[in-house]
Nanobody
Framework: QVQLVESGGGLVQAGGSLNLSCAGSGDIFRFRPMGWYRQAPGKQRDSVASITRSGRPNYLDSVKGRFTVSRDNAKNTMFLQMKSLKPEDTAVYYC???????WGRGTQVTVSS
């Protein structure tokens, strides 16, 4: 069973930056497109960014120009660089394959105004 562990969340002020990491078990990073998702309190889980096996990214409109997704297939790791953070970015962030499998615990990102 694939296991995914997110890390790097925290509390930052608006305009700040955070770098999230996703570590996976097995060879999923070699064979699967991957995505970052987020879920704010009381809201559904939404896709934030995705990346193909070859590294082509795609982003939610509201994070374009602020977030950058990347992956290191050799290290089974995916990253999400977040800058110019806004209070509306506050959520639990998850990584997963596309389509999504078992969810990890996520990492909390809180942006204060």
């Amino acid at each position: 069973q694939v296991q995914l562990v997110e890390s790097g969340g925290g509390l930052v002020q608006a305009g700040g930056s955070l770098n999230l990491s996703c570590a996976g078990s097995g060879d999923i990073f070699r064979f699967r497109p991957m995505g970052w998702y987020r879920q704010a309190p009381g809201k559904q889980r939404d896709s934030v960014a995705s990346i193909t096996r070859s590294g082509r990214p795609n982003y939610l409109d509201s994070v374009k120009g602020r977030f950058t997704v990347s992956r290191d297939n050799a290290k089974n790791t995916m990253f999400l660089q977040m800058k110019s953070l806004k209070p509306e970015d506050t959520a639990v962030y998850y990584c997963n394959t596309i389509p999504a499998g078992t969810w990890g615990r996520g990492t909390q990102v809180t942006v204060s105004s």
